[in-house]
């Protein structure tokens, strides 16, 4: 299973980004999709989560009512929505997939595949 993820870029703050993670040689709707990003000099950390059907979802606080995580079976592809967006959303964003199931979705080492990362930068 390959992962891309595509659609970082430098923004303003307050302004709107869409994610997509693209999945390739298997597919998606058999597996849990997470974010999570990487800021400078900071440990990777949870972002959000869908699961494999796209009927549960799951957030980290700091984003929540703010970025809204979705999928398209159909087109074997997730997204993630993140509006309003603040400095502290700087970080290179990954998206990985799972195929154990909503079973600690925020842990890292739950997850069996990762796509390269997408640089978001957020300038005050």
């Known amino acids: 299973v390959q992962l891309q993820a595509s659609g970082g870029g430098l923004v303003q703050v307050g302004d709107s980004v869409r994610l997509s993670c693209a999945a390739s040689?298997?597919?998606?709707?058999?597996?849990?999709v997470g974010w999570f990003r990487r800021a400078p000099g900071k440990e990777r950390e949870f972002v959000a989560v869908i699961s494999s059907s796209g009927g549960a979802t799951s957030y980290t606080d700091s984003v929540k009512g703010r970025f809204t995580i979705s999928r398209d079976n159909a087109k074997n592809t997730v997204y993630l929505q993140m509006n309003s967006l603040r400095p502290e959303d700087t970080a290179v964003y990954y998206c990985?997939?799972?195929?154990?199931?909503?079973?600690?979705?925020?842990?890292?080492?739950?997850?069996?595949?990762w796509g390269q990362g997408t640089q978001v930068t957020v300038s005050s």
């Open positions: 990985a997939g799972s195929t154990r199931g909503w079973l600690k979705y925020s842990a890292s080492n739950m997850y069996d595949y």
């Open positions: 040689g298997r597919t998606s709707s058999s597996f849990v």
